[in-house]
């Protein structure tokens, strides 16, 4: 089975890498070189992000 193509941009996963301090892995290692943990909190923020646009925009 293929992998299915992301929903995040990469621009938008390279800012939320960066907020969370593991963007040099990515950079030397691809997106396959981050643990397991990182990825959830990756997914996390930008939940919490798209959750406080919503907010935002009432």
Known sequence: ??????????????ELAKELG?????QQEGW???????????VKLAIEKAQSQMIDKR
């Open 22 to 26: 593991f963007y040099d892995t990515v």
């Open 32 to 42: 396959g070189g981050i643990r397991a943990r990182d990825a959830g909190n990756m």
């Open 1 to 14: 089975m293929g992998r299915r193509k992301g929903i995040m941009s990469e621009g938008f996963k390279e």
